[in-house]
Each structure stands twice: as C-alpha cells, then as structure tokens.
C-alpha cells in the first residue's frame, strides 16, 4: 500500500504565498501588530491566522505554479507589495493619534515631557504616547480588531493573487488617507489649538500692560494645568470619534 503525497509540496507553496500576505499585513497593522508585542508572538500569530485562512485563500491561486519558477516569483513579489501597501495604509490610520498628540503636547507647555511609545518603539511626548496605548487598548476592547481579521480574510477577493497589483489605486489611497490623518490629527487637537493661541495672545498682552513681571515664570503652570484639564475634559469624545475613524478606514478593505 502505497500513500500518494504529491500533493504537499503545492499546499506548501500556496502556504508560503499566502504567509508572504498575512505575514507583511500583520507586520504593520494596527493592534496586532505593534512593536511592544514580542516578535515571537507576532509569528506566531501570523502563521496560525495563515493556517486558519487556508482553506478561505488556497482556491485562489493557480493550480501547478511549482511547473513555472518564475511565475512563483512574481506570485510571491506580488503578495509581498499587498501585503505591504495595505498593511502601510493601515498603520498611517493610527498615527492620527501620534499626530494629534504631539500637536496637543507643544499647545500645552508638554512638548519636553518625552518618554518611550510602546506601539512604535521610539521617543515622543507623553501624551501622544498616552493616547496611542489607550487607542491600541479601545481597539481591542471595542472587538474593533476583528476588522483587522476581516481585512486579513477579504484581501483575497479584492485583490486576487496572479494579477497585477493596482499599484496606481494604492498610491491614490495612500494620498486620500495621509491627508485625512492630518485633517483627523487638526480636528481633535483644534480646542487645545484654539486655546493655545488665545492664551499666547493674552500672555503677550499682559507683557506690553506689565513689563516688569516674569511672565514665563506664571504662564508655564497655567499652561500646563489648563492642557491637562482641558485634555480630561475632552479624553472621551476624542477616542469616540477616533474609533469611528478607525473603523471606517479600516472597512474601505473589507466587502461588509
């Protein structure tokens, strides 16, 4: 008795390709695929969501691409760059909140008050840093990362493997969604905005009407406490509003 395993090496290849997908989107995208979480456990991640997604994303590669080398190499440099773009497209989503952040630090005297983002690895304000931990925690407590799954499982009906990578429409989204992240960024930051620049004018002119006070010396604290204020006063409206961003954004890469 003999068992006929001819099959494995094609399930290994379209396993491969499809890892090729699954593994550059889940590198960069929100939630799942932030630096703080160990790269051990992003592999992982990756490699069961690619087992769990087989059987959804085998049908549509093409039969017998172990015949065609160089086909196989496009088919993997193909998957590399959706991969790629619609993980990079959803990773400019959530630096809305990096933006907005820093924008609120420098309005609120806070810009100096540097530490370490656990989502990006790098330096940056406190409250930008706050506010990104806080947006990676809602995601995951709103189910909003389930989105994420969902774009992970449609990429394969929006854009087939073995044709060519609408390299023109992912620039155009790229354009569309940078702009909105700075549009989304200004509007939540507009109050500390608005109050920063009355409070700088009054500041310059109470030093005209009284020269000889230390105006640096009163105006940091005042600063300082009204930012903070201001930034508990509006915490919640702001996250509400980014998490329907969030959501919206991320359902352009789903069919639902």
């Given at each position: 008795m003999t068992v006929d395993l001819s099959f494995l090496p094609q399930i290994a290849v379209v396993y491969m390709l499809m890892f090729a997908r699954l593994g550059s989107m889940l590198m960069l995208l929100p939630a799942l695929g932030e630096t703080s979480i160990p790269m051990r456990m992003r592999l992982s991640v990756a490699l069961m969501l690619?087992?769990?997604?087989?059987p959804v994303g085998a049908g549509a590669y093409p039969e017998a691409i172990l015949s065609n080398p160089l086909r196989l190499f496009m088919l993997l440099g193909g998957e590399f760059v959706i991969g790629f773009s619609i993980g990079l497209i959803a990773k400019m989503i959530t630096s809305v909140l990096q933006t907005g952040g820093i924008v609120?630090?420098?309005?609120?005297?806070?810009?100096f008050a540097l530490g370490s983002d656990l989502t990006t690895g790098q330096q940056g304000a406190l409250l930008s840093n706050y506010l990104s931990i806080l947006g990676v925690t809602l995601i995951f407590l709103t189910d909003s990362h389930y989105l994420v799954i969902a774009a992970l499982h449609d990429s394969f009906d929006l854009f087939p493997p073995g044709q060519w990578v609408p390299v023109?429409?992912?620039?155009?989204?790229?354009?569309t969604t940078a702009g909105e992240v700075l549009s989304i960024a200004t509007r939540l930051s507009a109050p500390f905005i608005v109050v920063g620049l009355v409070f700088y004018f009054g500041l310059g002119l109470l030093n005209k009407l009284m020269p000889q006070m230390q105006i640096f010396f009163i105006a940091m604290p005042v600063n300082i406490g009204i930012?903070?204020?201001l930034f508990l006063v509006l915490l919640s409206?702001?996250?509400?509003f980014y998490l329907d961003h969030f959501q919206q954004a991320l359902g352009v890469f789903t069919n639902g």
């Open positions: 690619t087992l769990v997604l087989y609120m630090a420098n309005m609120s005297g806070l810009s023109g429409d992912f620039a155009e989204l790229a354009t930012g903070l204020v409206a702001m996250m509400t």
